[in-house]
């Protein structure tokens, strides 16, 4: 009877030790499948991230490809009713119409080189001037009034080529996607001789059309 007992003692024992074996090796097994779908989520968070970004990507591609983008072209210098003036071209070299056209320029007398960034025009609410659209392709004439005529000192600093007169506009518009945009441009004499203000170059500072 003693011996009966004995075995089955060992038999639970061994049952036991197989239980608990058979118990660890599904934890292992549960364990690695845990860390492999952990693994398979991440790679399917960085797949869906990747896929997003390609998405985003190919939108502002094409939105670049159809914006407008209005370019400020053929500046001239005026001299009308007692003051400078300027006149120029808007085109949209874009492929969409740009909206809500609005612009302000400045034409002056100043220092060559200037002695300080050219500050950008603020446009709010209360701004009067007219808006309007500018289609593909089309050349808009545009022209602003600027500052008195130059002085006889003023002539003589820009005979001297110490100062220049300088051509500033600045515009802002919409795209069809109604994102907004601007755009800047100024130019500056050449060799001036009495009323002659010759050539006009890009300036340095004021271009930087987005």
């Given at each position: 009877?003693?011996?009966?007992?004995?075995?089955?003692?060992?038999?639970?024992?061994?049952?036991?030790?197989?239980?608990?074996?058979?118990?660890?090796?599904?934890?292992?097994?549960?364990y690695r499948q845990l860390k492999a779908m952990r693994a398979g989520l991440a790679d399917t968070a960085a797949?869906?991230?990747?896929?997003?970004?390609?998405?985003?990507?190919?939108?502002?591609?094409?939105?670049?490809?159809?914006?407008?983008?209005?370019?400020?072209?053929?500046?001239?210098?005026?001299?009308?009713?007692g003051q400078m003036g300027m006149e120029f071209k808007l085109k949209n070299v874009g492929s969409t119409p740009?909206?809500?056209?609005?612009?302000?320029?400045?034409?002056?007398?100043?220092?060559?080189?200037?002695?300080?960034?050219?500050?950008?025009?603020?446009?709010?609410?209360?701004?009067?001037?007219s808006t309007y659209a500018v289609f593909p392709g089309v050349d808009v004439d545009a022209q602003e009034p600027?500052?008195?005529?130059?002085?006889?000192?003023?002539?003589?600093?820009?005979?001297?080529?110490?100062?220049?007169?300088?051509?500033?506009?600045?515009?802002?518009?919409?795209?069809?996607?109604?994102?907004?945009?601007?755009?800047?441009?100024?130019?500056?004499?050449?060799?001036?001789?009495?009323?002659?203000?010759?050539?006009?170059?890009?300036?340095?500072?004021?271009?930087?059309?987005?």
């Amino acid at each position: 009877m003693e011996n009966i007992v004995k075995t089955s003692d060992w038999m639970m024992f061994w049952v036991t030790i197989a239980l608990a074996l058979i118990g660890l090796a599904q934890f292992v097994m549960f364990y690695r499948q845990l860390k492999a779908m952990r693994a398979g989520l991440a790679d399917t968070a960085a797949a869906a991230e990747a896929a997003v970004a390609n998405v985003n990507t190919l939108k502002q591609t094409g939105v670049a490809q159809l914006r407008a983008y209005l370019a400020i072209t053929q500046p001239a210098y005026i001299q009308r009713n007692g003051q400078m003036g300027m006149e120029f071209k808007l085109k949209n070299v874009g492929s969409t119409p740009a909206f809500g056209v609005r612009f302000k320029a400045r034409v002056f007398v100043a220092p060559f080189p200037l002695q300080e960034p050219l500050a950008r025009f603020q446009f709010d609410e209360s701004f009067g001037g007219s808006t309007y659209a500018v289609f593909p392709g089309v050349d808009v004439d545009a022209q602003e009034p600027g500052d008195d005529l130059p002085s006889t000192e003023q002539w003589a600093q820009l005979s001297q080529k110490t100062h220049a007169i300088y051509l500033y506009v600045q515009l802002t518009y919409k795209d069809a996607f109604t994102d907004s945009h601007e755009t800047r441009a100024c130019w500056h004499s050449g060799a001036v001789i009495g009323g002659d203000t010759g050539h006009f170059y890009a300036y340095r500072d004021g271009n930087d059309a987005t």
